[in-house]
């Protein structure tokens, strides 16, 4: 089955700077890359999501990338807020029938922006 | 954007006894619903696959009589954590697929959880 690799674990930065959260995945088959981020306590959210019919998708400081041949996809947060602090989760799952929506998690990157 | 909540958000249970979450969605039907678990510090394990009308699909590992799923209509599925040990401590999430978003792809909606804790 599929398998979602997940770095780093842990990622802290100052205000104002980027982040960047990287994914790798293993099923070729795959073609759909949602981003979540779950505050504590509560349910994920989706913050961007990406298919495998583009190679990258943006959302005003939120930003996805998408390499099919390396099999891997990232995370890009520009001018980081506190608020910004949370876990984020990719995810990987293939479309199709009731397959879609069967996500496959990486795990996880616990992000603190200082203030 | 469409909303999937989740009830009881927290609950506490004696070993033994059994406890059931429910996952609706409030806005929209939904045929096929996901059950996952969370343990503290940890990424979300999808445990199921609840479809209406028919049976739930369990991931390798799951035990299908333990973990009772039921999707008796279109916008609600139950678990029902039978026997509940302290093991079974976790956090249940749920999550629907609105098939008239997301472009006719269907977009994931994901519950605010439901915190287990078992005595």
């Known amino acids: 089955g599929e398998n979602v690799e997940q770095h780093p674990s842990t990622l802290s930065v100052q205000e104002g700077d980027s982040a960047v959260i990287k994914c790798t995945y293993s099923d070729s088959a795959s073609n759909y890359f949602p981003w979540y981020k779950q505050e504590l306590g509560k349910g994920p959210q989706l913050i961007i999501d990406?298919?495998?019919?583009?190679g990258e998708k943006k959302d005003q400081r939120i930003a996805v990338t998408l390499n099919k041949t390396a099999k891997h996809f990232s995370l890009h947060i520009t001018e980081t807020q506190p608020e910004d602090s949370a876990v984020y989760f990719c995810?990987?799952?293939?479309?199709?029938?009731?397959?879609?929506?069967?996500?496959?998690f990486g795990q996880g990157t616990i992000l603190t922006v200082h203030p | 954007g469409a909303v999937v909540s989740q009830h009881p958000s927290w609950v506490i249970c004696k070993s033994g006894t059994s406890v059931k979450i429910e996952c609706r969605s409030l806005d929209f039907q939904a045929t096929t619903m996901f059950w996952y678990r969370q343990f503290p510090k940890q990424s979300l394990m999808l445990m199921a696959t609840?479809?209406?009308?028919?049976?739930?699909?369990?991931e390798q590992g799951v035990e299908k009589d333990k973990f009772l799923i039921n999707h008796a209509s279109l916008t609600l599925s139950t678990l029902t954590v039978t026997s509940a040990h302290p093991e079974d401590s976790s956090f249940y999430i749920c999550?629907?697929?609105?098939?008239?978003?997301?472009?006719?792809?269907?977009?994931?909606?994901f519950g605010e959880g439901s915190r287990l804790t078992v005595l």
């Open positions: 990406i298919r495998s019919n583009v």
């Open positions: 609840s479809n209406e009308g028919s049976k739930a699909t369990y």
């Open positions: 995810a990987a799952s293939k479309s199709g029938g009731t397959s879609y929506g069967k996500l496959t």
């Open positions: 999550s629907a697929r609105d098939l008239d978003s997301g472009g006719g792809l269907g977009e994931l909606f």
